[in-house]
């Protein structure tokens, strides 16, 4: 889809649908809405609002065709809402529910839009744009790779439209960033949703080497035990894939700090021999989603050229009940020296990420950032609206709860009690890698802090969040690209 801005009159644009809004009780158009209702003879006032009932509630939407009287084919009439719970965030989510009605529409070829929210609404054109281009670009999303038969109908070209100037070049600055940031979540999005027999380690590993101006380097089995993470290969031992250590790094010529971020990278969950059932295992190729949200950062930030250093690492592997697999009972080694008994093979996430957080911070960095689908505990606890964030830096958290916010993710803190730590004794190790059925998502990142040494770090739990069994906002069943907007607005922060 070509997603332009540009300077006219709306009434005048030649389009198969152009897209005007009204907020909710407004009974007389005014701005560009008012514009097209005048060229239409009024319409929209007369037929849609008095005669048809059109209120202007959130997410309603009203189809008129135009009968010549202007370039356009048809006009959607959509609801803002009440104006004053009009948010950027609802205005994201309102594009994608436009986009998705328009590629439902016969030959929607050419969508022509109004910048919603940039009038009465009082948004910044640069973010009311951005909100659009983000919905847009979400929202018209599909994963149909593998059907004969493609039914997501594709819109060629999307323009937002505004007569003054200096409003357009605001808001191609926004259309620009939007693009990016949209782009990135659907990258994120396509990997988790990709098929297990493809996405593989070693496919994680070609993704992030063929990702343009970012240094990479991949260390294979050998080079793994030679670092000593013995946790990492502990849960690749039952998979016939090879495990794959991934070191992305950006680094501009004057850094003002460095970063890690780190996703979770199971490729596959069986649960190891502590078998999961088969209806838990169903979705288990999304484990490697906090892998593929990193991913998808590094793919976009020479774009966005941060002036930080960002160091990106990704422990991939698969957790499966081969021969070799680990056991319950099993005393792993963790690069740092720290012992962990295996209470269960189902934890596995937080033994590869302690390898990989004990590798970041060797690397002397400002601020560690993990992300992981870690526990169903966090299901339970925030279901899937909200991911679960805790951490030793709670300036850290809360700029993390802001990027989160702003890109329409939210974040909510977990406390991290002393009291939690004691589920994680063990009698003959540092540690065990479970703790009690209570507190799970807590007693995961209690572990976790194991392997972080002074640096400030945060881990985001997003096991809720990173796969939806059903629409939510602007994202529709599937992969979302969790922790994805939250991460590019944190670098940029």
């Known amino acids: 889809m070509n997603l332009t801005v540009t300077k006219g009159l709306l009434e005048q644009t030649p389009a198969n649908v152009l897209v005007v809004n009204l907020f909710e009780g407004v009974k ?157 979540v659907n990258f994120a999005r396509d990997l988790a949703n990709e098929a297990p027999q493809v996405a593989t380690p070693t496919y994680l590993a070609k993704t992030a080497q063929a990702i343009k101006d970012v240094d990479v380097k991949v260390y294979e089995k050998d080079d793994i035990e030679k670092m000593g993470m013995g946790a990492f290969l502990g849960v690749a031992r039952g998979s016939s894939q090879p495990p794959k250590f991934i070191h992305m790094r950006y680094k501009p010529s004057k850094p003002l700090r460095k970063i890690a971020i780190i996703g979770k990278g199971i490729c596959f969950d069986s649960g190891g021999l502590d078998l999961k059932p088969p209806s838990s295992m169903l979705n288990m190729k999304d484990d490697m989603s906090g892998a593929a949200a990193i991913l998808a950062v590094m793919s976009v930030v020479k774009e966005l050229k941060p002036n930080i250093e960002i160091h990106a690492l990704i422990a991939a592997c698969e957790n499966m009940p081969g021969a070799s697999a680990y056991k319950p009972g099993d005393i792993l080694t963790a690069k740092n020296g720290k012992t962990i ?46 991911s679960g964030i805790m951490g030793n ?31 994680l004794k063990s009698d003959i190790a540092d540690m065990k890698n479970t703790g009690s059925r209570y507190a799970g998502t807590q007693t995961a990142a209690l572990f976790l802090q194991n392997f972080v040494k002074k640096t400030r770090w945060a881990h985001i739990d997003i096991a809720g969040t990173a796969f939806l069994d059903k629409p939510v906002n602007e994202l529709k069943k599937g992969a979302t690209g969790a922790g994805v907007r939250t991460l590019l607005n944190y670098i940029l922060s």
């Open 393 to 423: 830096s709670q300036s850290l958290i809360d700029r993390l709860i802001k990027c989160g916010a702003a890109g329409g993710e939210r974040l909510w803190q977990m406390p991290m009690y002393e009291e939690y730590k004691d589920s």
């Open 341 to 386: 008994e295996v209470d269960n093979t189902d934890a596995e996430g937080r033994l590869t990420l302690a390898d990989a957080l004990c590798y970041a911070s060797d690397l002397e960095v400002d601020e560690i950032v993990d992300l992981a689908t870690l526990t169903g505990a966090c299901v339970v606890a925030l279901g899937s609206v909200a």
């Open 28 to 184: 007389m158009p005014g701005g560009a809405t008012g514009a097209v209702d005048m060229a239409l003879g009024n319409l929209i006032s007369s037929f849609v609002i008095q005669k048809e009932g059109f209120s202007g509630k959130y997410g309603q939407m009203y189809v008129l065709p135009t009968h010549g009287k202007i370039p356009a084919d048809k006009v959607l009439i959509v609801g803002l809402g009440k104006n004053k719970d009009f948010t950027l965030g609802k205005l994201r989510e309102l594009a994608a529910k436009v986009i998705q009605k328009c590629m439902k529409m016969t030959n929607a070829k050419k969508v022509v839009s109004i910048l919603h929210g940039a009038g009465i609404g009082g948004f910044d054109e640069a973010l009311a744009a951005q909100m659009i281009a983000e919905g847009t670009i979400i929202g018209s999303y599909s994963f149909e790779k593998y059907k004969s038969e493609k039914k997501a109908k594709k819109i060629e070209e999307f323009a937002i439209i505004d007569i003054n100037e200096d409003s357009c070049k605001k808001a191609k600055a926004g259309v620009k960033k939007g693009k990016i940031f949209a782009g990135a």
